[in-house]
């Protein structure tokens, strides 16, 4: 059974930073990819980056270029976001996922986690 737990959220002020981290129980050997998903109340889940497993390429929506950045370590099964320069739209639940990709805007749900607040005040 795959677990996957965020951790690292929190509230910061407009302009910081915070960096999530997601850990899984095990190797999701049959999944292509780690995403993380964030939903803020009345708006629709979104894809904020996700990374290969296996070659390391990685997706950012245009929302966080630049802001973001995602990373990971096979031998730990650990991913991570990076978030930098906080604006209060990113203000969400941020849930890490596991993915099997055909492509960056077409994926299938493997696991999911029970997601982390980030609340980004002005």
């Known amino acids: 059974q795959v677990h996957l737990v965020e951790s690292g959220g929190g509230l910061v002020q407009t302009g910081g930073s915070l960096r999530l981290s997601c850990t899984t129980s095990?190797?999701?050997?049959?999944?292509?990819?780690m995403g993380w998903f964030r939903q803020a109340p009345g708006k629709e889940r979104e894809l904020v980056s996700a990374?290969?497993?296996?070659?390391?390429?990685?997706y950012y929506a245009d929302s966080v270029k630049g802001r973001f950045d995602i990373t990971r370590d096979n031998a730990e099964n650990m991913v991570y976001l990076q978030m930098n320069s906080l604006k209060s739209e990113d203000t969400a639940v941020y849930h890490c996922?596991?993915?099997?990709?055909?492509?960056?805007?077409?994926?299938?749900?493997?696991?999911w986690g029970q997601g982390t607040q980030v609340t980004v005040s002005s």
């Open positions: 990374i290969r497993w296996a070659a390391g390429s990685s």
């Open positions: 095990e190797r999701t050997f049959s999944s292509t990819a």
């Open positions: 996922a596991a993915i099997t990709l055909v492509n960056w805007s077409d994926y299938e749900y493997d696991y």
